[in-house]
C-alpha cells in the first residue's frame, strides 16, 4: 500500500514537471533572440526603417499592430495588439524580470466572459528595460494584485529616450508578483 501510495505520488510531481516544463518556454511570437531591448523579432525601434520592418515579418500571419516613424521613416515605437493568447508570465519568460510596474483600474472588454461587455477591469502597465518595453495586462477579476497569469492586452517597444528612463514618474519598481511592493 505504501509502495502504490509512493508510485502514484512520484507520477503526480513527474506529471506536474512535465506540465510546467512544457509551458516554460518563450513564445517565438516574443523571443528577442540575441537583440538588446527594445527589440521584437529582430527590429530595434530607433535603430531600423520601416521597409526593413516589414521585409523581416512578411513571412508573420500574426502580427497585428502599429508602427510609428520619424521623418527618415525611423520606427519610433512598435505596438503589438494581442488576441488574449499571451500571459504576462510569457512576457516575462520572453523579456526577463520587469523594471517597474502600476497597478490601476482600467475600463475594457474582457477575453474569457460572454458576452463581451464593457467592465472595469484590474490592469497594470508592466515595464521592461526601464521603460524601452510596455506590456499592458489585464485581469479578468477584480482581485487587486499583479500574477503571472494576466492577459497581456498590447506591447509597445520605445526607441531609446535620450533622458534614459520613460517610466512614467509615481510608477513602482518592480518588486515581485502580489498587490503589494
Known amino acids: 500500500m505504501i509502495g ?29 533572440g540575441d537583440c538588446p531591448q527594445p527589440c521584437w523579432r529582430g527590429v530595434r525601434p530607433g535603430t531600423q526603417s520601416e521597409a526593413l520592418f516589414w521585409r523581416q515579418i512578411a513571412t508573420m500571419t ?30 516575462i519568460l520572453a ?20 458576452p463581451a461587455q464593457r467592465q472595469l477591469l484590474v490592469g ?20 487587486w494584485a499583479l500574477s503571472p497569469d494576466m492577459i497581456v492586452r498590447r506591447i509597445r517597444y520605445f526607441a531609446p529616450h535620450e533622458e534614459g528612463t520613460i517610466v512614467p514618474i509615481g510608477t513602482l519598481e518592480w518588486h515581485g508578483f502580489g498587490s503589494d511592493y
Open 95 to 114: 523579456l526577463g524580470p520587469p523594471s517597474h510596474a502600476r497597478l490601476r483600474h482600467i475600463a475594457g472588454l474582457g477575453y474569457t466572459r460572454s
Open 124 to 143: 497594470a502597465s508592466v515595464y521592461f528595460g526601464n521603460g524601452l518595453v510596455e506590456a499592458e495586462v489585464i485581469r479578468e477579476d477584480d482581485h
Open 4 to 32: 502504490l501510495v509512493f508510485g502514484l505520488a512520484s507520477l503526480l510531481v513527474i506529471t506536474s514537471r512535465a506540465i510546467g516544463l512544457q509551458r516554460a518556454h518563450v513564445p517565438t511570437y516574443l523571443d528577442p
Open 62 to 91: 500574426r502580427y497585428s499592430g502599429i508602427l510609428t516613424t520619424d521623418d527618415q521613416q525611423t520606427i519610433k515605437t512598435i505596438r503589438l495588439e494581442m488576441r488574449g493568447d499571451i500571459l504576462l508570465g510569457d512576457v
